[in-house]
């Protein structure tokens, strides 16, 4: 039987999602506490990994159990043998050729900087900018990254694959109590695609690029015409969509 769940965790202490090897992931913690219970090697299949740091608070995955378990009991049962900072929130049954990766319709994430005062508490969930930023420059900015685009520019430099085609439905800017929040919501999202998107605005903010200059970026296909990544403490994965 495939089940889908949806889960969040606090990336800091992990070295991503996907499993790698003598690395502490999101993807090892849930096969050892799925292959435990279905008694057999049991893989997981996510919507799409997040990197070292970086959080979610709705990722999805699925998996098939030998086992007849109901959801409710499967659910308690995931959470009892991972850690405590990973947390299954639903599980459900889903069709056979159901793909948590391959039948996504859109993503959002959000990305978290403070402006204000340095916190060490949340160091590890919220970039410490710790400066004033040009807000109104960066919803300006914000919105040439709307529709489709070549993201070549805003990926990760080792990232070589045939199509950096990406559409990005919408975006915004929201400031409370010293904390932005920058929000995407799109079809797909390549590697460091959002931290390089925040890192622009944030040069936007400081008075550095000008709003128009996303475009120029885009159009130049190079990584090195951007400028710096964002670090991936500020980054959730919010919601993926079937």
């Keep these: ?24 992931t999101i993807q090892a913690e ?18 799409g990994r997040t990197d070292r740091g970086v959080h979610a608070i709705n990722q999805k995955a699925h998996f098939d159990l030998d086992i007849n378990i109901t959801p409710d009991k499967l659910k308690m049962a995931l959470n009892s043998l991972i850690p405590n900072d990973i947390y299954v929130k639903n599980v459900e049954v889903v069709d056979s050729n159901f793909h948590a990766r391959f039948n996504v319709k859109s993503k959002e994430y959000v990305y978290k900087i403070n402006l204000g005062e340095y ?11 710790g400066k004033s930023l040009d807000v109104e420059a960066m919803n300006k900015g914000i919105k040439y990254f709307i529709g489709m685009h070549n993201f070549k520019s805003l990926v990760a430099a080792d990232d070589v694959r045939d199509n950096y085609d990406r559409e990005i439905i919408s975006a915004n800017i929201e400031v409370e109590n010293d904390i932005m929040t920058i929000s995407f919501v799109g079809t797909g999202f390549l590697r460091y695609m959002v ?6 605005l944030i040069e936007m903010g400081e008075g550095k690029r000008k709003a128009s200059d996303v475009l120029t970026i885009l159009e130049k296909e190079d990584r090195k015409a951007s400028g710096k990544t964002a670090p991936a403490c500020g980054l959730y994965l919010k919601n993926v969509n079937y």
């Design 1 to 24: 039987m495939r089940y889908l769940i949806t889960f969040s965790y606090d990336g800091s202490k992990y070295g991503g999602y996907q499993k790698q090897l003598d690395i502490n």
């Design 30 to 47: 849930l096969e050892t506490a799925l292959t435990k219970l279905n008694n057999k090697e049991t893989s997981v299949v996510a919507s």
């Design 119 to 129: 916190n060490p508490i949340e160091k590890d969930y919220i970039y410490q900018y």
């Design 195 to 200: 931290r390089n998107m925040v890192g622009l």
